[in-house]
Every structure is written in structure tokens, then in C-alpha cells.
């Protein structure tokens, strides 16, 4: 099993350009999630999932958003990028309580 | 609400000195607690986690937590410590309701000295 990947790993973008995070996962798990890791602040939660077809805001979701069309596969995007959402994202699984972890996405927006 | 204070940001340390990292928590539900250590540019991964039964809990790497809960504490701790050990741990509580989201500390930075 590959566990969580996330795509790409590395990604240098120019304010006002659009890009899309693809995470997937093969453990057939429900709940996903993306996060932000910033200096000092910890993981704060952008958006999730409770199942295919389905997602919800977390603690930081603007200018961003989401979709789960597939339940394997759970895709972040960002629609006009800002200096500001330079940041390590990662995204997450689980089926009950422990979650698993991608390797994450280290992304600067000049 | 529920909470995770991590009351040290950085515990430096040397090699083969024990170590504790403390974490409090706030929670009016059932409190579910674990412990994740990140290596340098890697992702997160599960150190050990507190569900229910013995309240100290083994993980890997030779670390242990206890929950305590009439202090609303889950500390973790290594008897002796190792350079490989020098990353960041985040410690979290599962949030109430139905949609398993972790609520997290803000991490302690343990740096292992030689």
C-alpha cells in the first residue's frame, strides 16, 4: 500500500495564478482532510471530508477550495493564489480515529 | 470547547538525558489523545494514541504517555533520548461530533544535542 500521496511536492507560482493539489489515499478510508503548516502556528485545518461526494470548511478555508468526487482522491485548489498561502500543506486520512499522513506539499507564491 | 495546550515550544536536550513534553487538554466529551512526531521535511506520523483502558500508553521509538485525567494532562516521555529524536510533536485530542477532526497542540521542537 502507497498510504497517503500527495502531488506535487514542490510547486513555485506567481500571485493570481490557479493550481490544484491532488491527494489520494488506498486504504479505502472515509474522512480526509487538508491542512496548513506554517512557522509557529501548528496544522490548521483548511477543509475535510466525511465521505465521497462530500465537504465541509475547517478553521482557515478562504481562498481555497475542494472536491471528492471519488472517495480514494481529495483535490485542493487554489483559484488566484496570494503571497500569503505560501505554506506546507498537507492532507490526511482516516477511517476512525488515527490519521494518516501524506509527505506534503511545500508551495511558494511569489 | 475542546483545546490542546503544548506548554513548551522547544526543549533542547541531550543525548541519552530522559525527556518529557507536556501537553493539557480541554474536552467536555469523551477524550480520545495522541501523540505525532514530524521529521525534518517529512509528514506527520503517529507516535501513540489513548482510547480507553490503561492510562499509560507505549508508542513506538520507546516513548510513553500518561493520561491523567483529573490534571486534563497526556504527557509523553523517553527515558533516554537519541540524536534520531530531534523533531517536532504535536499532541491532539478527537474532536466531538462525527466528523473525526484532530484538534491540535501548536508542536514542541525537541532538539537532541550530542
Known amino acids: 500500500n502507497a498510504g497517503v500521496t500527495q502531488t506535487p511536492k514542490f510547486r513555485v507560482l506567481k500571485t493570481g495564478q490557479s493550481m490544484t493539489l491532488l491527494c489520494a489515499q488506498d486504504?479505502?478510508?472515509?474522512?480526509m482532510y487538508w491542512y496548513r503548516q506554517d512557522p509557529g502556528m501548528g496544522l490548521r485545518l483548511i477543509h475535510y471530508?466525511?465521505?465521497?461526494?462530500?465537504?465541509a470548511k475547517g478553521e482557515v478555508p478562504d481562498g481555497y477550495n475542494v472536491s471528492r468526487l471519488k472517495k480514494q482522491n481529495f483535490l485542493l485548489g487554489l483559484e488566484s493564489a496570494a503571497p500569503s498561502q505560501t505554506s506546507v500543506y498537507f492532507c490526511?486520512?482516516?477511517?476512525?480515529?488515527?490519521?494518516?499522513f501524506g509527505p506534503g506539499t511545500r508551495l511558494t507564491v511569489l | 470547547a475542546q483545546s490542546v495546550t503544548q506548554l513548551d515550544s522547544q526543549v533542547p536536550v541531550f543525548e541519552e538525558a530522559p525527556v518529557e513534553l507536556r501537553c493539557n487538554y480541554s474536552?467536555?466529551?469523551?477524550?480520545?489523545l495522541f501523540w505525532y512526531v514530524q521529521y525534518p521535511n517529512q509528514g506527520l506520523q503517529l507516535l501513540l494514541k489513548?482510547?480507553?483502558?490503561s492510562t499509560l500508553v507505549k508508542g513506538i521509538n520507546g516513548f510513553e504517555a500518561e493520561f491523567n485525567k483529573s490534571q486534563t494532562s497526556f504527557h509523553l516521555r523517553k527515558p533516554s533520548v537519541h540524536i534520531s529524536d530531534t523533531a517536532e510533536y504535536f499532541c491532539?485530542?478527537?474532536?466531538?461530533?462525527?466528523?473525526?477532526?484532530?484538534?491540535w497542540g501548536l508542536g514542541t521542537s525537541l532538539a537532541v544535542n550530542p
Open positions: 489513548y482510547l480507553s483502558g
Open positions: 491532539a485530542v478527537l474532536g466531538a461530533g462525527n466528523n473525526r477532526k484532530l484538534i
Open positions: 474536552s467536555s466529551v469523551s477524550v480520545y
Open positions: 490526511a486520512s482516516s477511517l476512525t480515529d488515527e490519521q494518516f
Open positions: 471530508s466525511v465521505g465521497e461526494g462530500t465537504t
Open positions: 486504504m479505502n478510508h472515509e474522512y
